[in-house]
């Protein structure tokens, strides 16, 4: 591939970029369509939704306006004044489909100092967001004339827009914070301008075609605003990392002093190979995500696939076409600064500080593995403790929103879960006496249970046959109380009642239950997910590198790095240690998708370093090289531009790790810490110190694989000065006649 790229320069670039522009053309032309609530969630709460769907329900967003005073009650004609005028605001937008006084549905606190009054909005969820800020602006226009009382409003939509605004905005702030960080970070490895900003233009060329990709393709696998997260993510990473090591590696040969030609065929037939193997590591990992069954999952899964094939495809054509077009012009727009700080020995030797490190490594192998391996283990130990939850909006906000806040209050005058569990019964006449009182059997078992409180709602659609029952569950949404409260209504409560008339159904749906049946299918999957990842990224290692034992440490160095970053992530966001410098608090759980997620990724991920550092080992080895000697060479060799590429990971995954969702900041900081990890624990001690205690033994492979390609890393690296021309000097007599001298 980067020999028929360096020959057909302009077919290769111009082909890209017309492939760019025809992706991001046609994919804005498509548009996205986006995963529905009856695909996004497993168990009842899909099959609740799929109810609705078919019987042309669309699932109304509620809002709640708290109405709070500190020195009247609820009776007070001055406070009925005010509750009467929310009413009629609410109802002035036009917005609102119905809206329930709190003198009617009872919705009255304890201590008669709050009211609740209850609306739901206009059309489905999506148009209910849109439409919901004017029905915010009437209660805040209540609220400026009232100052003496609380008048909040809180719901589905309020919250639902709240963080379709949060995510647009954090998604624009992550672009133009990563890009530039990753620009400076390549200016500091190359010291020129040219090689510096190549492989973020690539990258960023790569993430526009995959968006246009997914987009296109979105009719057959639904995408979300997760996805997008991801795929820039995952692809500015990927795309600048696969291009830095191609790139480094063809400097380094013409530093070497072999010709451009040589140098060009040299990086694609070790670091271009290296890329190849890497892409497919990772592509193969995120397909593991398939196998949850997840819609959200799917999509994540999809869009980094594609990103990533995309970032591999424009590394090893497009690229080398460009090197091959710039040769040394690469080096332009040098820095001096810069280019004093380099020392021209470094990429050969490592520089300074990781022959501090790997000196000792190699010196007392035994100390190191142990040393580093206790290391990874205390850091993996909360892993212990870890609890997953479909986090609740509360969770995923930051301390201080106004959401938050009015969450609290409700919370305090009317204690328990904020969001109701809703029974979507399904039966053949729903308007039947039996029916009628089996939901009145319902609402009174609800009540006495002492697990769920009131208001309890009802609403019958007998044109269609299905009534929906919302009922609070106390507790906070998703923890062991509300659990407790869905588990005795779904399998007490419900088949004692509506259930027992024949021919119903009777899901549960809610945000508790949203939870609970995302864990429980996270749960069921995880297990075959991560056998799937692992067993595909030992046979990828062992075919590749035809070792048993390579194959073995990569993997067993990647579980050790990924049970760290899941200790870190659990002590952080679940206890709270630490969590201030990061600018949020322990919400005592982490986010569901994040652990299974974090492992597929981090999976692939780390297989960059390794295949890369490993191939540079067996390269050595190939030359003749003893192997602690190559081990050494690979590890020196590979230590810039490992710390390079490590540096722009963890600087691009930081910069998610600063985002106001929850869920983002945990998968942001979970990556950086286990891509920090990884190329300084794992590569500079562990993977060295491993080696070389295992010797010969590292190239061990039993005779009955002996059936296994041979896929070789690459043409053999040919001797400096290779690529010359010969040239002819004048024979002596000493050569005899008819003999000319040549001299290579």
Known sequence: ????????????????????????????????????????????????????????????ASETVLVQSTTRSADDPDFKAVVSQVVAAVDGTGKAAEVRSPYDTKAVSRDGHSVLVLLTLKGDREEAVDGVQSVMDAVAGVQRQHPDLTVVELGDASSGKWIQDQFKNDFARAEWTAVPLALGILLIAFGALVAAVLPVVLALTAFVAAGGLVALSSGLLHTSNDASSVMLLVGLA???????????????????????????????????????????????????????????????????????????????????????MLGDRVEKGRLPFLAKLRRPDAVRTGGRFWNAVLTPVLGRPLASTVLAGAVLLGLAAPLLTMHTANLTFQQQLPEGNELVAASQKIEAAFPGSPAPATVVVKAADISSPAMTAAIADLKARALASGRMHGPIGVTVHADRNVATVDIPLNGTGNDATSNDALKTLREDLVPATVLTVPGTEAPVTGRTAGSYDFNAKMTGSMPLVFGFVVAFAFLLMLTSFRSLAIAVTAVVLNLLSVGAAYGVLTLVFQHGVGASLLGTAGVGAVESWVPLFLFV??????????????????????????????????????????????????????????????????MGVGLAVAVLIDATV???????????LLGEHNWYLPRWLGWLPNLSHGESVPPVGAGRAPQERPTTPADGPGHRRVEV
């Open 1 to 60: 591939m980067g020999a028929w790229s360096a020959r057909h320069r302009k077919t290769a670039v111009f082909g890209w970029l017309l492939f760019v522009v025809l992706a991001a053309v046609l994919g804005g032309v498509h548009g996205s369509t986006e995963v529905t609530e009856s695909e996004s969630m497993p168990g009842q709460v899909s099959r609740a939704a799929k109810i609705l769907d078919e019987a042309g329900l669309k699932s109304p």
């Open 238 to 324: 990927v795309g600048v990392d696969y291009c830095l090591f191609y790139l480094r590696r063809e400097r380094e040969e013409r530093a070497a002093g072999r010709d451009a030609a040589t140098a060009l065929t040299v990086a694609a037939a070790t670091s271009g190979r290296a890329v190849l193997v890497s892409g497919v590591t990772v592509v193969v990992a995120m397909a593991g995500m398939f196998l949850t069954g997840i819609a959200d999952f799917r999509a994540m899964a999809y869009a980094t696939i594609v990103v990533v094939i995309t970032a591999v495809l424009g590394s090893l054509t497009v690229l080398p076409a460009l090197l091959s």
């Open 601 to 666: 990724i981090l999976f692939g991920l780390s297989m960059d370093y390794h295949v890369f550092v490993v191939s540079r080992i067996k390269e050595g080895r190939d030359r003749g090289l003893p192997t602690r000697a190559a081990i050494a060479h690979g590890i020196r060799s590979t230590a810039g531009v490992v710390t390079s590429a490590a540096v722009i990971m963890v600087a691009v995954f930081a910069v998610f790790g600063t985002l106001s969702m929850q869920a983002m900041k945990q």
């Open 682 to 692: 794992i590569r500079a001690v562990l993977l060295p110190s491993v080696m070389s």
